[in-house]
């Protein structure tokens, strides 16, 4: 009697959160050689700078980094434990600046400051708003973004914290890009072998952009992704429970779209090399397995990196759908989004010069 003390965790619920805590995360990753042979396998991104330890090393890099995004993924999964295991969905994301490469052989750990809360008017949820910092083995900064999701309560009548929802910018200023990608040697660059012709200057505000290709999801590729990002999430593995909830099937980690369509916007983007920063996103829709995902892009912007004479950076809109083509480039529709747009992305993206 007395030995059943639970030495599970079955994670935290929305009244569980305290404005300004801040929680460090478990799990140290080491990113290794087969964690990003296995991210190319799932998404087939095909960006030079990536893919070849020639092609990286000529243009001044000491070695090819890993895809930014499997390095935001892997921070993101970090926290999923601490803030997500009991979400409802992942709403968005702001302010999210890439500060440092990060290599195969770098370890990343992560902390959190639990920057805003709300409860949602069914008193069933809240939304939980965090920063979140991704750290490499000497503790140099190479991630730090916000983001926001929806937990569920433990108890629908638990009394909430006051209200409190921060203030995030539109966008990263030009000023704020480019410290994860080192000064390389433009002239060095080989637009041939990048697999386009076009450099930053070829690109004009406005300009639309349809990725043309379509790629699946596969159950299995969704989960194995989630895996290997060890991404905790109940609802994308717990058919058991998912089944009896509101889609009655697993969620599609959002991540895992963000993935899919930067790796689509190669055809169009090829010499869009580096993910210098996310403005801001926003999951509109739920993809499931079985879905077909498109994606189209939009110029907001191009700018000259103070400084810098290599790279510039454009400011893209991506938008991502499911069974739904995109040469006509799909967006709003009255107040919301055309049925099938499933992902709007604002961010920054640096080509050669």
Known sequence: MG???????????????????TLVHATPRTITAGDVSLYGALYGSRFAVQSAETFARAIGYPEAPV??????????????????LNAV???????????????????????????????????QTGVVYVRSQGFNQAGRLALDYVRWVMVRKRDAAAPA?????????????????????????????????????????????????????????????????????????????????????????????????????RALSF???????????????????????GDTVFAWSEVLEAAALPGRVDVGALRLRTIATKNRPCGDFPLRQGDGYEPGVVLDLDYWALLPR
């Open 161 to 261: 914290p006051a209200a409190h929802v921060p203030d995030l910018p539109d966008a990263v200023a030009p000023d704020a890009l480019g410290a994860g990608c080192p000064t390389i040697d433009a002239a060095a660059y080989d637009f041939t072998l990048s697999g386009s012709p076009y450099r930053w200057s070829d690109y004009a505000s406005g300009e639309r952009i349809d990725h043309v290709d379509g790629v699946a999801v596969e159950e299995a590729e969704h989960q194995i992704a989630t895996r290997l990002y060890q991404n905790t999430a109940k609802v994308h593995f717990n058919l058991f429970s998912e089944s009896q909830g509101r889609f009655g099937k697993r969620l599609i980690y959002g991540g895992h779209v963000i993935s899919l369509a």
């Open 67 to 84: 895809d930014d995004l499997l390095a935001f993924h892997v921070v993101f999964g970090k926290t999923v434990p601490d803030i997500s």
């Open 89 to 123: 969905a992942n709403l968005g994301y702001a302010a999210c600046r890439f500060l440092a490469p990060v290599y195969p052989g770098d370890t990343l750990r992560a902390t959190s400051e639990v920057i805003g809360l709300k409860e949602n008017s069914n008193r």
């Open 267 to 289: 055809n169009g983007l090829a010499n869009a090399f580096h993910v210098a920063a996310i403005n801001g996103g926003r999951h509109v829709a739920p993809l499931f397995a």
């Open 3 to 21: 030995l059943e003390r639970p030495k599970t965790v079955t994670g935290r619920f929305f009244e569980d959160f305290r404005l300004g805590e």
